[in-house]
């Protein structure tokens, strides 16, 4: 066990420290340019930094665990060993939690707020767009050496 860490683990620091400000700042420019939302950027940001925090090292791995498989991390596991089926629901339960954790910060963002689905479609639309290229990314980061 004298390894320096799965793919996965440094990846999630590089998107821990980083990718969360360009992800957030993203998320910002979508929101305006896409549905004319005036926002604080500031607060967009830090919502991907506190939802990614809880979902990824908290609530996926969780999740992972309870359905069967305990390494969503793939620190222990050898290749050909890690299973997407933990993966794919870690990651659903996380994106969940990121559409409960993220939207008051969303809607606090917001410098002129709206009602029912016209404030709630671009915030669905802007994350599902950006949790679905991380799931790619992550996805082809354990794919190689991962089983179904």
Not at 5 to 33: C, Q, V
Not at 45 to 66: E, K, T
Not at 78 to 84: A, C, D, F
């Amino acid at each position: 066990m004298a390894n320096a860490g799965s793919p996965m683990i440094w990846f999630s620091f590089l998107h821990l420290t980083w990718i969360n400000f360009i992800i957030g700042a993203f998320e910002s420019k979508l929101l305006l340019d896409k549905f004319n939302l005036q926002n604080r950027k500031w607060l967009i940001i830090a919502a991907n930094y506190i939802s990614m925090f809880a979902g990824y090292y908290f609530i996926a791995p969780h999740f992972s665990l309870l359905n069967g498989y305990p390494d969503f991390w793939g620190i222990k596991s050898r290749v050909g060993e890690y299973e997407l089926g933990g993966f794919f629901i870690g990651f659903l339960c996380s994106f969940l939690a990121t559409l409960v954790i993220e939207f008051p910060f969303y809607w606090l963002s917001l410098k002129t707020k709206q009602k029912g689905w016209r404030s709630l479609k671009p915030f669905f639309i802007v994350n599902l767009v950006t949790n679905i290229i991380m799931l790619f990314i992550y996805f082809v980061i354990v794919a190689f050496g991962a089983k179904w």
